[in-house]
C-alpha cells in the first residue's frame, strides 16, 4: 500500500504533515507483539504531525528548558496533565507540571540523575530503585523544584513503553497517550509510530462501546457525536482505575479533559477516524465542528477490528471465549461489555501496582502530600457539581 502523506492546519496555525493509518505497516507487532518489533521499521516518509500538540511557543520553550536542564539521556520526553494542556477547573498557574521520560535503560538514567539531583530521590540505594521501578513500571519523582517550576517526572525504559504500547499489558503509558501529550522531546520516531496503533486501538474500543447497537451497558443507540467519542476514548484509561474508587481523582475528569482539549482531540484522531470512514468502520451522519457518527459493524468489519487488537488485549479477550472462532466472538452481543471487562482487569492491576511504585519512591510524607492535594481536588469537584 502507497502511503500519501497529507497536509493539513492545526489549530495552532501551524501546517502538519502526517501519513494516512494503516494497518499493513503493524503486521509483525499485530501478529507476534513486542517480539515482532525486530521485523518492524518505521518508514522513511512516515509523519505524525497529528500529534504534535503545542500551545503556544514561549510555554514550548519554558517545558524544552526543564527536560535540556536534565543531564541523564532521555529518547522522549512527553508533557502532560492539566499543567501542559488545558483542563476545565484548572488554571496553569501553580500547576505542577508532569512528564514521562522514555529511557534507554533506566537503571542507568537514574544512576546519573542521582549525581545531579538527589533531592529528588526519597532513597539513593540503586537496587532499591531498581526493584521498585520493575521490569514494565514508571517511577515517578513528585514535587522537584526545576527552573522555577514544580515538576513531576516520570522515568520508563524504552522496552517497557514500546511494549504498552503493542500489546497493552499495562495501558498505563499507553492509555496516557490516549489522549493528547506534548512530545516535548521527540528523538526515537519508533514511540509516534507504535503510537499511531495505539490510537487506531483506542478508537477501536470507543466505537464498540458507544455503536454497538446492542443492548449492553456500555453501548447507545444508532449514533454519537464526536465529543461523545472523545469522552469514551479518554474514559478508557480510567477504567478499573481503584484511583478513581476511593477519591484519588477528579470524578469529572473525562469531561474536565475533553471540554477544553476537543480541537486537540480532532487534530490526533483526524487521520485515524479517517482511515475508520475510509474503511467504512464509521459513517458521517452529520458534519460540521461536533460531526455525528453512526457505527457501521457489520461482521466482517468486527472481525476486521477484533483482530488486529493489541496482541495482550486479544489473548485475554480471546480468553473469555474458550473454543470459540473468531466469527462466534464477533456476533457476540455482549463482546463491547467482554471489551470493558478486559481493560478494567488490566488497569485495575497496573494502576495499584503503579500506587505503591509512587508510595515507595515519594516516600512517605511526599504520597502523603501528594494524596491531599489528589483528594483536595476530588472534594472540590463534588462541591462544583452540587
Not at 493539513?8 to 501546517?15: K, L, N, R
Not at 505542577?96 to 549525581?115: C, E, K, S, W
Not at 540503586?126 to 513531576?152: M, S
Not at 474503511?279 to 477490528?305: C, D, M, W
Amino acid at each position: 500500500m502507497i502511503l500519501r502523506c497529507v497536509r493539513w492546519q492545526s489549530t495552532t496555525g501551524f501546517t502538519r504533515v502526517t501519513t494516512p493509518y494503516s494497518d499493513s505497516v503493524y503486521k509483525p507487532i499485530i501478529a507476534q507483539g513486542i517480539r515482532g518489533l525486530d521485523q518492524l521499521d518505521v518508514p522513511k516518509d512516515f509523519h505524525a504531525g497529528n500529534q504534535e500538540v503545542v500551545i503556544d511557543r514561549d510555554q514550548q520553550r519554558s517545558l524544552e528548558g526543564i527536560i535540556e536542564s536534565f543531564e541523564a539521556p532521555m529518547q522522549t520526553s512527553i508533557g502532560y496533565g492539566s499543567g501542559v494542556l488545558p483542563q476545565a477547573g484548572y488554571t496553569k498557574q501553580d500547576q505542577q507540571i508532569d512528564f514521562i521520560n522514555v529511557v534507554g535503560d533506566a537503571n542507568q538514567f537514574h544512576r546519573r540523575n542521582l549525581q545531579q539531583y538527589p533531592g529528588h530521590y526519597s532513597t539513593k540505594n540503586l537496587a532499591l530503585l531498581r526493584w521498585i521501578q520493575g521490569k514494565d513500571g514508571i517511577y515517578f519523582n513528585p514535587f522537584c523544584p526545576i527552573n522555577g517550576h514544580t515538576v513531576k517526572y516520570g522515568t520508563v525504559s524504552r522496552q517497557a513503553a514500546l511494549h504498552d504500547l503493542s500489546e497493552w499489558t499495562q495501558l498505563y503509558f499507553a492509555g496516557r497517550l490516549h489522549k493528547p501529550v506534548n512530545f516535548v522531546r521527540d528523538n526515537d520516531p519508533m514511540v509516534k509510530f507504535l503510537n499511531q496503533y495505539n490510537l487506531k486501538n483506542a478508537l477501536t474500543l470507543s466505537v464498540f462501546m458507544l455503536g454497538s447497537g446492542k443492548p449492553t451497558k456500555v453501548s447507545i443507540p444508532e449514533t454519537f457525536s464526536e465529543r461523545q467519542l472523545y469522552e469514551q476514548i479518554t474514559r478508557l484509561s480510567y477504567m478499573g482505575d481503584f484511583r478513581m474508587k476511593v477519591g484519588g481523582e477528579n470524578p469529572h475528569k473525562v469531561k474536565n479533559i475533553v471540554e477544553k482539549q476537543f480541537n486537540l482531540f480532532k487534530q490526533v484522531y483526524e487521520p485515524i477516524i479517517d482511515y475508520f470512514v475510509h474503511r467504512g468502520y464509521l459513517v458521517i451522519s452529520e458534519s460540521g465542528p461536533n460531526k455525528v457518527f453512526r457505527a457501521n459493524l457489520s461482521v466482517n468489519h468486527r472481525i476486521q477490528l477484533v483482530s488486529t487488537l493489541p496482541l495482550g488485549f486479544r489473548k485475554q479477550l480471546y480468553g473469555m471465549y474458550q473454543d470459540k472462532s473468531i466469527k462466534e466472538i464477533a456476533k457476540d452481543p455482549k463482546l463491547a461489555d467482554n471489551m470493558q471487562s478486559v481493560v478494567s482487569r488490566i488497569i485495575w492491576s497496573s494502576s495499584i501496582k503503579q500506587a505503591i511504585r509512587g508510595v515507595l519512591s515519594a516516600g512517605l510524607i511526599q504520597s502523603v502530600k501528594y494524596a491531599l492535594a489528589k483528594n483536595a481536588k476530588f472534594w472540590k469537584s463534588r462541591g462544583e457539581k452540587a
